[in-house]
């Protein structure tokens, strides 16, 4: 069944301008932010909330995504490589093979379970400097257009061919050719980013009923949702290194998600003993 094999070899530029690509890559994460401020946008409407509070908001969400996103890259799966490389932490070169000099690559080394861990302290922050609802109200809404901006970058990993699934030893799958491959993969992540379409649509789903006012059912719901999907991908996804050498029972990203869905557990059971906010 040849027809179940499908070649994949796209050009990850759009275009060039002044020598610097436009990669497709970074297209994903400027349409999910901005995707993510207009849902955000129709919310603070449907609830007659100032609109004032919508731009601070988008500005602590892009730097603590990307912030967060990059040092769990950093300490989560790449520290002895960047140990040694500390000015590409935050700047977005490669150092030549030869040591030459470097190269611009963009940020090509983005972790989500970090992008997590920044917007949670990047919203809070903003909480305490705009307290016009409770943290929780927040971060209840803001599952929503996280949710499909997970559908966006992971949809940008596959037109990069990265974060690949594992060989599927038949001819179903993805061959990449652009890696130099003849065998195809499991579209890992491609599975993940429909697995986080569907969550956001349950999610809508969920704000548009009464138990949008649920304080912390939302969030709940979006941790065990969100990283039981990428748990179960993880066992059709190639490895991408960070400590499971040393816990090898599971992979890196499927330790690292465990403690948020045992989270959104606990959130989901607690918004239930809460009153309607």
């Known amino acids: 069944m040849t027809f179940l094999k499908f070649n994949w070899a796209p050009s990850e530029k759009l275009f060039e301008i002044g020598g610097f690509g436009v990669h497709i890559y970074s297209l994903m994460f400027i349409i999910a932010f901005l995707l993510g401020l207009r849902i955000y946008k129709k919310m603070f409407i449907k609830e007659n909330v100032d609109q004032k509070y919508l731009e601070p908001l988008f500005i602590y969400m892009v730097v603590s995504t990307l912030l967060g ?3 769990g890259e950093v300490f989560f799966y790449n520290w002895d490589y960047f140990q040694n490389h500390l000015i590409e932490i935050l700047l977005p070169i490669k150092k ?5 000099g470097y190269d611009f690559i963009g ?9 997590t861990i920044g917007i949670l302290i ?6 305490r400097n705009y307290k016009f609802k409770p943290l929780i109200w927040i971060l209840d809404r803001l599952t929503i257009p996280v949710a ?4 966006f970058v992971r949809t940008g990993n596959f037109f990069n061919s990265e974060i690949v699934g594992k060989y599927t030893g038949s001819n179903f799958g993805v061959v990449f050719e652009n890696r130099g491959e ?6 890992a992540q491609m599975y993940e980013a429909f697995g986080y379409l569907i969550l956001f649509f349950v999610l ?5 009923s009464h138990y949008r006012d649920q304080g912390g059912f939302l969030l709940g719901l979006f941790f065990t949702g969100l990283f039981s999907i990428r748990f179960i991908v993880e066992f059709v996804k190639e490895s991408q290194g960070g400590f499971e050498d040393l816990m090898p029972m599971f992979s890196t990203g499927q330790w690292l998600s465990i403690p948020f869905i045992l989270l959104g557990l606990i959130m989901l059971a607690l918004s239930f003993r809460k009153k309607p906010a």
């Open 69 to 71: 996103a990059r040092l």
């Open 96 to 100: 030549q093979a030869d040591g030459s």
């Open 107 to 115: 940020f090509r080394g983005l972790a989500s379970h970090g992008a």
């Open 122 to 127: 990047g919203i809070y922050l903003y909480q």
């Open 148 to 151: 499909i901006g997970g559908f």
């Open 182 to 187: 003849i065998l195809p993969r499991y579209p």
């Open 204 to 208: 809508s789903k969920i704000y548009n």
